[in-house]
RNA sequence: GCCGAGGUGGCUCAGUGGUAGAGCACCUCCUUGGUAAGGAGGCGGUCGUGGGUUCAAUUCCCACCCUCGGCUCCA
């Protein structure tokens, strides 16, 4: 197994030898960027017309004329006036801008073949070094991301150190495709989309909303068990409530247009923080009372351009799991600790045990607070995950402008990762709302609050679970837990009896009676991911017994009904 | 928002300058069958919307809307 980043300098150096392709292939194309990226390598050239898919494999065949070519990768070092100069002559301006933007006097030009780029390297030693990779996809981009300039074309592509790896990933691309939630969402029967309620907004089926209903009460549950008080603030508040907070000063191009109301503006909520101050504000507060937890599973609306929308994962009516903590100062990191350490617990209960954790530290120009503020806020989260056992990375300056801020994000059984649970700190609001507690001496006290959301939004996290089980939810999540199937009529009776026997035990059932074979039933529900399939047929009619099968083809034979039942509240009851 | 690809019955998708087809689903009937699709018949679409070209447009052209893949952004 070869490290990172000797895989980076491969995919790299790979999609150098992409754009020597190209550039055989179509000579009118500038060149701009190739990078590795997670997964591969893209790079960006400037080209009137788009490329095709169909240009891929012609890309690839001339790829593999390179690589058999063999050519060595060689740098050599240019004054760097001399190399703007040149690029300038041969109309490469991109690369031309680039070079300009490198600090010192020389530049590193690499070469292979016939083809040569600026590039700070590192490469391989020669193209034939590049045996097993894959063009995947050609999408548009802009010059620097900003969509005012000029639009490139990117081709994106990956590249492996074995055809096994290369195979394995190609796999995972087609088993996360088949994983899609909003495939799943609508082969499940979960929820749906329709343009005549607008994009971004969710309507949930029956089964859905079960679902969410079940992560719902388990997630109230929880809070109340853990020293929160569940909150509820309205869908609609007046402007200057916004005007307080300072989100219509600095989040306005994601809130709704106001509606007026007995000639005052009124907006749609995006941000639940404000009403949950307000409550605060509604009596004085001792320090003995803090931390003060408020939680509240907040739907707000944010609007979200249409290009970026995607499924549950990105909508712009969303139920965020939100908290608020208001702390004294001194309580500020036992708070913390005790806040990362919710959010694991409760990603554990959802099944993920993996997780990326990310420290962000104050933004380098535009924040709110003293530097001194900021740098004790994060030296105490920084004592807290030390606290931990997990490992985590620091993002200098990834900060909101607000307060650092701690980011988990999980990784999913196909290893990708999302980002859920947020704990940021806030230097602002407290001021903004001007609140208070009263401490030991009598005196007004400045809190701080600390914003928390574990799952992140109810919305992204059930897309999310969904993708991680492909569909298959755990049996405490799962709307239907069983269905029970008749042989024939001679049964009807007897499954009658046998729903309303779990129903009474707490256990989602349905029954199935139908007049289709028993093997077209046993089918349609196996395609619906239900966890246990009960078949009663005389056999089991006559024996008081059921005949149970477990998702995934597991045969588990006849069983007294109780001894079923039995089975299903232990599982039930450890959250498998 | 920008670039690209698409919008055909509830779903998945064929197809065509002469106003449409399959499978699944649904309905009816036959079938009462022991672990991933029993059979027959039937209902159902002004082919995303609005213009244009044409004797004739679902098909060609233009605009718009929406979806998807990206860019950017984000819970």
Known sequence: MKN???????????????????CGLFPEVKIAIGPSIEDGFYYDFY?????????????????????????????????????????????????????????????NIYQCGAFSDLCRGPHINSTGEVKFFKLLSVAGAYWRGDSSKEKMQRIYGTAFFSQEELDAYLLQIEEAKKRDHRKLGKDLDFFSICDEVGGGLVLWHPKGALVRDIIERYWKDFHLKNGYELLSTPHIASEELYSISGHLQTYSENMYAPMEIEGKPYRIKPMNCPGHLMIYKTKLHSYKELPIRYAEL????RFERSGVLHGLLRARGF??????????????????????????????????????????????????????????????IESTLQKTQYKYEIDEGGGAFYGPKIDIKIKDSLGRSWQCSTIQFDFNLPE?????????????????????????????????????YSGALPLWLSPIQTVICNI?????????????????????????????????????????????????????????????????NKDLGAMPINAFIEKIKKEEADKM
């Open 4 to 22: 990172k980043k000797e895989l980076e300098t491969l995919r790299h150096s790979a999609s150098h030898i992409m754009a020597a392709a190209v």
């Open 47 to 107: 080209k009137t017309e788009s490329f095709t898919p169909e240009d891929l494999p012609r890309i690839e065949e001339k790829m593999r004329e390179i690589i058999k070519a063999n050519y060595p990768f060689i740098c050599k070092t240019m004054k760097k006036d001399e190399a703007i100069k040149e690029f300038k002559e041969s109309g490469e301006k991109f690369k031309a801008e680039i070079a300009e933007g490198i600090e010192g006097d020389t530049v």
């Open 298 to 301: 907040g739907s707000v609306y």
């Open 319 to 380: 139920t965020q799991d939100d908290g608020h903590v208001i702390v004294a100062p001194e309580m500020l990191e036992e708070e913390m600790l005790k806040i990362f350490n919710l959010a694991v617990e409760m990603l554990k209960t959802f099944g993920f045990s993996e997780y990326e954790i990310c420290l962000a530290t104050r933004p380098e120009n535009k924040f709110v607070g003293e530097i001194a503020s900021w740098e004790a806020a994060q030296k105490s």
């Open 432 to 468: 903004r709302f001007d609140i208070y507690y009263i401490d030991e001496n009598g005196k007004r006290a400045r809190p701080y609050m600390i914003h928390r959301a574990l799952l992140g939004s109810l919305e992204r996290f059930f897309g999310v679970l969904l993708e991680h």
């Open 488 to 552: 024939n009529d001679e049964q009807t009776e007897y499954c009658k009896d046998l729903l309303e026997k779990f129903k009474q035990n707490g256990i989602r059932a349905s029954f199935d009676g139908r007049n289709e074979k028993i093997g077209h039933k046993i089918r349609e529900i196996a395609m619906q991911k239900v966890p246990y399939i009960v078949v009663a047929g005389n056999k089991e009619k006559d024996s008081g017994a059921v005949s149970a099968r477990a998702r995934g």
